[in-house]
């Protein structure tokens, strides 16, 4: 600009020693430089426009990358905390199929636990008739029942000769497997009880206590591996409506069961 002025001030000292000619020219080429910066002018100004949104789209840009670090990041802490949980279920997934196997591995045991001591009590019983004593294994648990003929007079519970031999060698291998839990239940018939007992439950109760005071007493069988309940006519095998049913029925069962304490152990952890 300041040249175009220097040039202006020259052309007009030279004005009035040029012909009209030269004047005009001159003033026309003045008029088109005049044009000519301001066009440069819009156009500068133009420029700094588009730098100046240049430079707010650059600003927006890094505001931008930085809520974009902000969210890698939190989606960084998330992924890790979701990674710590997917490790901790895995580790209590394989902590249960741990816990899974031992108690399966138990139940095996406890099976042949249960079919190990019906062999041996088959073995030690086997000279009785199969109607006064069967020996089974179901559920895991060894029955031995024994018919009211084999054990005692009827109605009474005072145990009979035949009844003693048979629990000496029932005695014989519980002292062998200490291990074994010996439930001892007295059944009756639905016929009232008349004479010494009150009625069934009393009947089948006092011929469980004999049984227990027997094995403990004569035989030493512990105390501790030893119950007895009397389940009086609750709990038949067959019908009362029959001579040979009522008999079946009036029978006392020894239930032989290996100790599952480290079972119930892993069961409650």
Same mark, same amino acid.
């Given at each position: 600009?300041?040249?175009?002025?220097?040039?202006?001030?020259?052309?007009?000292?030279?004005?009035?020693?040029?012909?009209?000619? /030269? *004047?005009?020219?001159? #003033?026309?080429?003045? +008029?088109?430089? &005049?044009?000519? $910066? @301001?066009? !440069?002018? %819009?156009?500068? =100004?133009?420029?700094?426009?588009?730098?100046?949104?240049?430079?707010?789209?650059?600003?927006?840009?890094?505001?931008?990358?930085?809520?974009?670090?902000?969210?890698?990041?939190?989606?960084?802490?998330?992924?890790?905390?979701?990674?710590?949980?997917?490790?901790?279920?895995?580790?209590?997934?394989?902590?249960?199929?741990? /816990? *899974?196997?031992?108690? #399966?591995?138990?139940? +095996?045991?406890? &099976?042949?636990? $249960? @079919?190990? !001591?019906? %062999?041996?009590? =088959?073995?030690?019983?086997?000279?009785?008739?199969?109607?006064?004593?069967?020996?089974?294994?179901?559920?895991?648990?060894?029955?031995?029942?024994?018919?009211?003929?084999?054990?005692?007079?009827?109605?009474?519970?005072?145990?009979?000769?035949?009844?003693?031999?048979?629990?000496?060698?029932?005695?014989?291998?519980?002292?062998?497997?200490?291990?074994?839990?010996?439930?001892?239940?007295?059944?009756?018939?639905?016929?009232?009880?008349?004479?010494?007992?009150?009625?069934?439950?009393?009947?089948?109760?006092?011929?469980?206590?004999?049984?227990?005071?027997?094995?403990?007493?004569?035989?030493?069988?512990?105390?501790?591996?030893?119950?007895?309940?009397?389940?009086?006519?609750?709990?038949?095998?067959?019908?009362?409506?029959?001579?040979?049913?009522?008999?079946?029925?009036?029978?006392?069962?020894?239930?032989?069961?290996?100790?599952?304490?480290?079972?119930?152990?892993?069961?409650?952890?």
């Amino acid at each position: 600009m300041k040249k175009f002025t220097i040039i202006l001030a020259a052309m007009a000292l030279l004005a009035g020693c040029v012909p009209t000619s /030269k *004047l005009k020219q001159s #003033q026309a080429e003045t +008029a088109i430089l &005049r044009d000519d $910066s @301001a066009r !440069l002018a %819009n156009s500068n =100004t133009g420029l700094e426009g588009n730098i100046a949104q240049l430079k707010k789209s650059i600003s927006g840009l890094k505001d931008q990358v930085g809520q974009l670090n902000n969210q890698n990041s939190a989606l960084g802490q998330q992924s890790a905390a979701q990674g710590g949980l997917l490790d901790q279920n895995q580790f209590t997934l394989q902590q249960q199929q741990a /816990k *899974l196997k031992h108690l #399966q591995d138990l139940l +095996a045991q406890q &099976r042949a636990a $249960s @079919a190990e !001591l019906k %062999n041996k009590m =088959t073995a030690a019983l086997n000279g009785f008739s199969a109607n006064d004593l069967t020996v089974t294994e179901k559920n895991g648990k060894v029955y031995v029942s024994l018919s009211e003929n084999l054990l005692f007079p009827s109605g009474s519970a005072v145990v009979n000769v035949n009844g003693v031999n048979a629990l000496a060698k029932l005695a014989a291998v519980l002292n062998l497997n200490s291990d074994v839990a010996v439930n001892i239940e007295g059944h009756t018939d639905s016929i009232p009880m008349r004479g010494r007992y009150q009625d069934n439950w009393d009947l089948s109760t006092s011929r469980a206590d004999a049984i227990v005071r027997i094995l403990v007493n004569n035989y030493k069988v512990d105390p501790i591996m030893v119950e007895a309940s009397g389940h009086s006519k609750y709990d038949p095998i067959d019908t009362n409506a029959t001579p040979d049913g009522r008999a079946n029925n009036r029978r006392t069962e020894i239930i032989l069961s290996p100790k599952l304490d480290e079972m119930y152990k892993l069961l409650a952890s």
